[in-house]
């Protein structure tokens, strides 16, 4: 099974900054097989990434990735008081899925 | 639109089975597979399996082998999920969501279903 592991676990951070959240995969995974997902408090996850780089539909532009291999970023260029939340990381390998751990972007 | 709902909350004791539900809308139920993936309370997401509705053919996650049966009724265009000889450590949210042929993302996911297992 392959082991996603995000860093940090929190970044606190003020609207209007720049995030930078990693997922570092225990062995290689294909690129189109990377996703991210946002997720807030009550709420299921919503896609927002897939194929470590594409933005999932409605997905605004200042959120982009990029990576390969066992190294993954997400970037929210500036965050908006919207952005506050849960980020996984998902990866396909094997026949079967596993996520990161979560970054929790807090207001600071 | 595309639309996953699920059955209510449960709450179940230790040893029981817990059967969940998930409704398609919005688009033809046999075109996309179904994954459940489940959270326990402020704890990361942890993949279960999957069901192809057109073939029913499935996958599971090495962990829950023998404990988890996915099925669905395409009749109904609704998938469910049962889990068997519960425990604490299975009280969690449970969710169910899209995957396109083809593609390994999740999208749509259901609102979820609170599963509360306690004697």
């Known amino acids: 099974e392959i082991v996603l592991t995000q860093s940090p676990g929190t970044l606190s951070l003020s609207p209007g900054e720049r995030a930078t959240l990693y997922c570092r995969a225990s062995?290689?995974?294909?690129?189109?097989?990377l996703a991210w997902y946002q997720q807030k408090p009550g709420q299921a996850p919503r896609l927002l990434m897939y194929?470590?780089?594409s933005r999932a539909i409605g997905i605004p532009d200042r959120f982009s990735g990029r990576g390969s291999g066992t190294d993954f970023i997400l970037t929210i260029s500036r965050l908006e008081p919207e952005d506050f939340a849960v980020y996984y990381c998902?990866?396909?390998?094997?026949?079967?899925?596993?996520f990161g751990q979560g970054t929790k972007v807090e207001i600071k | 639109q595309v639309q996953l709902v699920q059955s209510g909350a449960e709450v179940k004791k230790p040893g029981a089975s817990v059967k969940v539900s998930c409704k398609a809308s919005?688009?033809?139920?046999?075109?996309?597979?179904i994954n459940w993936v489940r959270q326990a309370t402020g704890q990361g997401l942890e993949w279960m399996g999957w069901?192809?509705?057109?073939?029913?053919?499935?996958g599971y996650a090495q962990k829950f082998q023998g404990r988890v049966t996915i099925t669905r009724n395409t009749s109904i265009n609704t998938a469910y999920m049962e889990l068997s000889s519960l425990r604490s450590e299975d009280t969690a949210v449970y969710y169910c969501?899209?995957?396109?042929?083809?593609?390994?993302?999740?999208?749509?996911w259901g609102q979820g279903t609170l599963v509360t297992v306690s004697s």
């Open positions: 069901i192809n509705p057109k073939s029913g053919k499935t």
């Open positions: 969501a899209s995957r396109g042929s083809g593609e390994s993302w999740f999208d749509p």
């Open positions: 998902q990866q396909y390998g094997g026949s079967a899925w596993t």
């Open positions: 919005g688009y033809t139920f046999t075109s996309y597979d």
């Open positions: 062995q290689s995974v294909t690129s189109s097989y």
């Open positions: 194929g470590a780089s």
